[in-house]
C-alpha cells in the first residue's frame, strides 16, 4: 500500500552535512503536500519543514531556517531534506511525510502518512 521510506542518515561530525530523502510508493504523492518532523530522545516531535504540492512554497521552523532546504520531484515521487551546517541539536529521529494540506503539517504538526523514520547523529 502507500508507503513513505526515509533513507540518508547517519553520524556526522559538527558543521557538517547530510541529505535525507524520502521514496513514496503505492501511490503518487503529487497532489500531497510533504514535510519532515524529527524527535530526539525524550522530546516531544517537531516540525522541521513542509514543501507545497507544485513545490511553489516552502516553510521551515526557525531553528533550521538557513542551514536546512526541503524539495521534491514529483516526477520521481520522492522529497528531500538537504542538512548543512549540523548542530549537535539537530540529532534526532527525522521521519517524512504526507497530508493534502500543508497548514496540517506545518501549523497543527500532524499528517495523513508517515515514513519510519532515519536516525541523524551530529556528534559535539
Known amino acids: 500500500q502507500e508507503q513513505l521510506v526515509e533513507s540518508g542518515g547517519g553520524l556526522v561530525q559538527a558543521g557538517g552535512s547530510l541529505r535525507l530523502s524520502c521514496a513514496a510508493s503505492g501511490r503518487t504523492f503529487s497532489n500531497y503536500a510533504m514535510g519532515w518532523f524529527r524527535q530526539a530522545p525524550v522530546k516531544e516531535r517537531e516540525y522541521v519543514a513542509a514543501i507545497s504540492y507544485s513545490s511553489r512554497n516552502t516553510f521551515y521552523a526557525d531553528s533550521v531556517k538557513g542551514r536546512f532546504t526541503i524539495s521534491r520531484d514529483n516526477a520521481k515521487n520522492t522529497a528531500n531534506l538537504q542538512m548543512n551546517s549540523l548542530k549537535p541539536k539537530d540529532t534526532a529521529v527525522y521521519y517524512c511525510?504526507?497530508?493534502?494540506?500543508?497548514?496540517?503539517?506545518?501549523?497543527?504538526?500532524?499528517?495523513?502518512?508517515w515514513g519510519q523514520g532515519t536516525q541523524v547523529t551530529a556528534s559535539a
Open positions: 511525510a504526507a497530508d493534502p494540506s500543508i497548514p496540517t503539517i506545518k501549523d497543527r504538526g500532524e499528517a495523513g502518512y
